[in-house]
């Protein structure tokens, strides 16, 4: 390998979600850092077959209840 053009490759820590942790080598931060994942695949609903805080009113719905109903706001005054 040529000197001075490759990143440093080093060992990290992997924290999931979960709080479990594991090493591994990356380029990413310096020696020994942590990386904190928000998503992996002990909780995302690709990897564990279920969904999270899905609504089942739809997005329309859901705005309307947190904004109201604008439809008069919009209308065009005579």
Do not use: C
């Amino acid at each position: 390998m040529n000197k001075k053009i490759h990143p440093d490759y080093h060992e990290i820590i992997v924290q999931r979600s979960d709080g479990t942790t594991f090493k591994t080598r990356s380029t990413w931060g310096k020696k020994g850092d942590v990386m904190k994942l928000e998503i992996d695949p002990t909780s995302h609903p690709a990897w564990t077959g279920k969904a999270k805080g899905v609504s089942k009113k739809g997005r329309v719905a859901d705005f309307k209840a947190k904004y109201g109903d604008l439809t008069g706001f919009f209308k065009k005054s005579s």
